[in-house]
């Protein structure tokens, strides 16, 4: 049934695509202006892709060596392998698509709203689709396989921990695409804002600025190929960390094949958020004269539609694998309803405090009046502050899902230890399981943003502009969600994985014939022994000191992406400047500017820019793990995961915050466009850029990776200590 | 002998006070503007002191409640208020001396600058005595009062864990003192400077400015009276845990009277280094002609004489206490040097990111070539990535007390995990043991930029000014040093505090008769028998939200205070502005400033913001506690830790490098004073007040402040859920 619904996804995403593809692209300026931005994404992709498969061929190399020495499973260096083609796959395609997709929709904007959104949205659809599709594709066909080559004992323990390891794959795909095209993005952006807006008091993606071709670029690369990497990750992680909590909870079931239900369950709901969230696509549609205020609803009705059928078919869906015998079809049932009400309270709290309808951003806005200083100091206070709901939020949704799972006990037994973090593994896929129509949402605001770059470049109408910009902002919105959902959804899939390690260890033990430190048969062992054999309490110093180094790596990796942009935009500022220097007739525009030079700058800032904090985020847990062992792992896991995703909103929010304070002076407050009040606001913008685009978004990857990398290297640590 | 220590601590502040007020205080201008900075620095102390008094009333009514019903020992209302007065004792004398030797400063500078630096740092070294010789002696005078109260059973674990308690006087008094003292002193500066030196570019410290004397009373109520209040709270409370926790690790010691030794020792350890920093203290000294560099070495001589004085003594202590039998002493002495060495490190590395003789400040400093937005990235990411070395430090000084204290087993037994928290205990001892001459230096800089202050509004020559510059310049490297330290100790100190906070529920349940949950007898259970009894592993759900909530709690705490610091500033740059508007001649220099009304909105504005923050601190403990239970408390006061003391790190470095990167301009690179790049690092600047003074500092408050409320309230939260 998976495979099924991921034969649809991506029959449905050709469709949408072809249709797309069909639309009238416009006037000849606009098709060379969507060929440049195309041919750039592209270039770019390249060579990310090149760096990419360096490390990648590393790895599994790695991974064979460690396999031969029985410190792994045998296919993990294969599996590893194409869960990070099919990952690259669907940034491809949904990248292509939507370099297709904007001239289209700037053309379709110049008949009616409508329309552009139509365009717009459906291509967003495609990257939706194809990264539901994908994923859901390569888990279900690799299940196939290990079920038929996998031996009878233990089957589905092992094959759930050995597939846990292949998420590996899309886990390093990702921290390259998220970090890489973060910093793309953002180089661009904040060297073409700083000289083009703030020197030459020249408007956002004009065709003079040589910079506004590689920040058109850099929508797609970051906001699209890079959202898409780290939502794809999100979405196999939380798949198969849950298998494998399932195959543990249900491992003893006194019921037959319950176990093998626990373990396809999380798929299922998956496949059935698949079709949902098609459904719900196909309703996002309006008449031809809608308003702003239509527009949205619109879109919420899609998704709001999709949640709520999903809901209701997880309760079918665990009634008919569990029996209604029990009370635990519909208690697990609730999980799911958690985790999705835990991503609709994550995304109102982001749109709360980063709109510009709402007071916080208000007031960010007002603090201008004081200078560049006061918006930087208000900006950092409110998204400071917004970290309360989110945490909050994931703390009740950890307990819930925990609670109902195991029937309401607060007892911590082994069972209901296992069957309540199953719940939350179950929450998280539940968050995700309307992935399909989110990522639509989300991969439409940079379609509908460069649609706009697309119209002011090529010199359209005002009133396309203005369409444009209603689409964009629109975009804006459904972006702001979406950061939020993919920090959520990335909190409780590292938290799902976290828990899966020690499944991990297991199987590790069992590999090399060992029992736990306190003599507990690894087969037998429960995940309580675990913790008392390896002392995973509070007092131990190897947690302690795992959990400051990992509150730590949020804070160095952080700091590392922003000094990246920031070196990375200095080379671009200086390109610009020798541009509008050295190029006669350029500020008249009289003479072309060089874009293809700020596009190069770009994609070789971005490339050796991403190196650094990516090789940190891969060593560090495996130092970890070898020298404070695993407590320490584990320690720096929580400290991660806690500290990273408290920072990741915090930094998401003062950017989304920043960018729309900015817009409301814009849009005629505190004394409007060009006022001495509207630079600063530019100020706290251009701090934004790496907050949002950059460094807070790596955060979600950062928390997930550090996991499967120390799932991945269990077996090394294990034996190592053993020595 | 401790409390011999005290006395001759507190002794030698009195001589070196009368010696500062004989010193002549200069001109009648001097004298003026001496005058109105110490009204108006004692009229905030009053202020505030009216908001603690209530709150210490309350809370003090709270704990004679508890002890009521038995939820706390019967001591505790009483030792609350003596540690409160203590510490508010403290803030008075050294704020008092500090306000009467900034105009005597400034007019020993006038004869050379050793002059100048010698009336400084002894006024500093009042506040340092007065800090190690009162905690000292509330400590040892409670210790001899109890123990000739407290029975024979388990007389000096009851001892030691009611003592314990008192450090929430301490605790409560810092937060205001920090909290309140921060938002005073950065409103006050925020505000002058943004209109002052940006609106109207007028020097700093311009007697024009009409915050210019308010924004001097904050340099006395927050980095004297603060940062005396938080490190006496660090001091007091390091003591007071490492005693509980040496009575735990000792208290089946076979030998006759170890455990009384153990619990002397860190008291001890403390005496003996009174004396040595007052040593160190005579040592600064050379001579009349002494350029820059000598002052420097001057300084460090006095400190680091101290500090391997003390590391020798703490050999010869042990080996009295513990004899030379044994391995015990040598093992449990290298303890404490690793706490120093820690402390050195931390010092270090805070030097070698804010100072602008280094790369990472010259950096920020370089960005200002593209404006604001980059030298606010490049500071965020400097302050980032300058969180590794801290850390790291504190994380092998955890280990290695650890290690060092057990005889080096990594055997996770409970013997060897009580010798291993005692060592941690005692390296914070030992890294505090040098207050005496550490807190001398820290506020020895507050002095002489008030006297900078003084020399500048009174119009001495320009010699002078060049001075005092000099000297404060000198005291930006020792307060760099001195927030690096003050981080580091209070990390530690938490960390023991958080490890006596089992011993406290253990007297809880013996207090009520109790087991532990899994039925062992609460007075025989080991730390091991608490972590499983209560399950404070971290696969536990609540120990998992405990930590999210607590590293929210940093963030929203930060959030609040950078928040309050906004506020407070716009409310003083509206009062600026229109003294600027409706005083004619003002700016001139005909008419005088009404300095009155800005002192009185700081100090208005610092006593409504103080207060929602603070008890957010208090409460968050006690509510998780009584949801969540231990484990809950444990993983708050763990994310807490490890996420605030990251932050914390991360805000001073980057305060502190946008404050010197703005001087490195000044001092001629980069276009120098006047200049954009000029204008934009003072943008930074700006941004790094709040950083470095408000928020950075008062999260050293809340760290230690969330374990001591969860001392307190362990009776409680044991009886609540035992319901």
């Excluded at 993990?76 to 491809?92: D, K, M, Y």
């Amino acid at each position: 049934m998976a495979l099924a619904a991921s034969v649809i996804a991506l029959l449905f995403a050709y469709i949408f695509f072809r249709q797309m593809i069909k639309a009238d692209e416009g006037t000849d300026l606009m098709k060379k202006i969507a060929r440049h931005v195309r041919s750039g994404a592209m270039a770019y992709l390249k060579q990310q892709y090149k760096v990419v498969i360096i490390v990648f061929v590393i790895l599994a190399v790695v991974f064979g060596v460690m396999s031969f020495f029985g410190l792994q499973n045998e296919w993990v260096w294969f599996a590893f392998l194409t869960g990070g083609f099919f990952s690259g796959l669907a940034g491809f395609f949904g990248m292509k698509t939507a370099t297709y997709a904007s001239a289209r929709t700037a053309n379709a904007a110049r008949k009616s709203l409508n329309s552009g959104l139509q365009v717009a949205f459906r291509s967003g659809a495609v990257m939706g689709l194809v990264v539901v599709g994908l994923a859901l594709l390569d888990v279900s066909v690799w299940f196939i396989v290990l079920d038929y080559f996998i031996p009878a004992e233990n089957h589905l323990i092992i094959i759930t921990t050995t597939m846990l390891t292949f998420g590996m794959g899309a886990s390093t795909q990702a921290l390259f695409a998220r970090v890489g095209g973060g910093i793309y993005t953002k180089a661009a952006d904040v060297g073409a804002d700083l000289v083009g807006k703030t020197e030459y008091n020249i408007p956002e993606d004009d065709p003079r600025n040589p910079a506004t071709i590689a920040d058109n670029v850099g929508d797609n690369v970051g906001d699209v190929a890079g959202m898409g990497a780290d939502l794809y990750e999100s979405y196999a992680g939380s798949i198969l960390a849950t298998m494998a909590l399932g195959a543990s909870a249900f491992a003893t079931s006194a019921v037959e094949g319950m176990q093998l239900k626990a373990v396809l369950a999380p798929s299922l709901i998956a496949a059935v958020g698949v079709i949902l969230s098609l459904l719900g696509i196909f309703l996002v549609r309006t008449k031809e004269d809608a308003g702003m205020k239509q527009l949205l609803s619109a879109l919420s009705r899609g998704t709001n539609t999709a949640a709520v059928l999903i809901a209701v078919a997880t309760f079918g869906i665990f009634a008919w694998l569990f029996g209604t015998e029990t009370n635990q079809w519909w208690q697990v049932s609730l999980s799911v309803v958690v985790g999705l009400l835990a991503g609709v309270i994550i995304g109102k709290s982001t749109e709360y405090y980063t709109s510009q309808t709402y007071r916080p951003t208000q007031k960010v806005a007002e603090s201008s009046q004081t200078g560049p200083a006061t918006v930087i100091i208000s900006g950092l206070g409110l998204g400071m502050l917004s970290t309360a709901i989110p945490v909050i939020t994931v703390g009740c949704a950890i307990v819930l899902s925990y609670l109902c799972a195991n029937g309401f006990s607060i007892d911590f037994t082994a069972e209901n230890l296992s069957m309540g973090l199953y719940g939350i593994g179950i929450a998280a896929v539940g968050m995700l399981s309307t992935l399909g129509i989110t990522l639509a949402t989300d991969a439409y605001g940079p379609i509908a943003d460069n649609a706009g770059g697309n119209a002011e470049m090529s010199g359209l109408e005002p009133e396309v502009r203005k369409r444009t910009d209603a689409l964009d902002a629109l975009g804006n919105t459904t972006a702001a969600t979406g950061k939020g959902f993919a920090i959520g959804s990335a909190a409780l899939t590292a938290l799902a994985l976290l828990a899966s390690y020690i499944e991990e260890i297991k199987m590790a033990l069992i590999r090399v014939g060992e029992s736990l430190p306190n003599g507990v048969e690894a087969a037998k062992a429960t995940l309580v022994d675990f913790m008392e054999a390896y002392n995973v309490n509070l007092m131990n110093p190897m947690v302690l000191v795992g959990v400051f180094i990992g509150a730590m790596m949020a804070f160095v990796f952080c700091g590392m992406t922003m000094n990246a942009v920031g070196r990375a935009a200095q080379k671009m500022v200086e390109e610009v400047r020798r541009q509008f220097r050295t190029i006669a007739g350029i500020l008249e525009g009289k003479a072309e500017p060089d874009y293809e030079r700020c596009v190069a700058i770009s994609t070789k800032g971005a490339q050796r820019e991403m190196l650094l904090p990516s090789i940190l985020a891969i060593l560090v847990p495996v130092i970890t793990g070898l020298v404070l062992g695993v407590p320490g792992v584990l320690g720096l896991l929580i400290g991660g995961l806690s500290c990273g995703f408290v920072l990741a909103v915090f930094m998401a929010n003062a950017g989304g915050a920043w960018d729309n304070a900015k817009k409301y002076v814009e849009e005629g407050n505190f004394g409007g466009k060009g006022s001495e009040n509207h630079k600063a606001t530019v100020v706290g913008d251009t701090v934004g850029d790496p907050f949002k685009d950059t460094s807070g978004p790596s955060l979600n990857i950062l928390i997930k990776l550090m996991s499967m990398v120390s799932i991945v290297m269990a077996g090394l640590v294990v034996s190592y200590h053993l020595l």
